[in-house]
Nanobody
């Protein structure tokens, strides 16, 4: 059974940091790209950091470039999203997701195959 579980969300003040974790089980990580997405109620889910398992490339959304960092540990079957200098507009539900690595570079759009349950990040001013 494929499972992705995101954790690490919480309440933080503007300018603070959080690290989200994603536990991945049930699929071969070499054959899947992992991405982080977020969604605000009433808005579409947005890709914010998408990693290629083929070449290690990471694509970031412009809104998080320079503040968020994707990393992963294949041995632990974990992916992470380090979020620094958080802003109120970063408030959202954050999801990790996996897509079969048919292409070298994944599109950082929500057409991923497998999703975690989401973790809530709230940034207060």
């Amino acid at each position: 059974e494929v499972q992705l579980q995101a954790s690490g969300g919480g309440l933080v003040q503007t300018g603070g940091s959080l690290r989200l974790s994603c536990t991945v089980s049930g699929l071969p990580l070499d054959d899947y790209h992992i991405g982080w997405f977020r969604q605000v109620p009433g808005k579409e889910r947005q890709g914010i950091a998408c990693h290629s398992s083929r070449n290690g490339r990471i694509d970031y959304a412009d809104s998080v470039q320079g503040r968020f960092t994707f990393s992963s540990d294949k041995a632990k079957r974990m992916a992470y999203l380090q979020m620094n200098n958080l802003k109120t507009e970063d408030t959202a539900v954050y999801y990790c997701a996996a897509i079969w690595a048919q292409w070298v570079r994944p599109r950082c759009t929500p057409e991923y195959d497998h999703w975690g349950q989401g973790t809530v990040v709230t940034v207060s001013s």
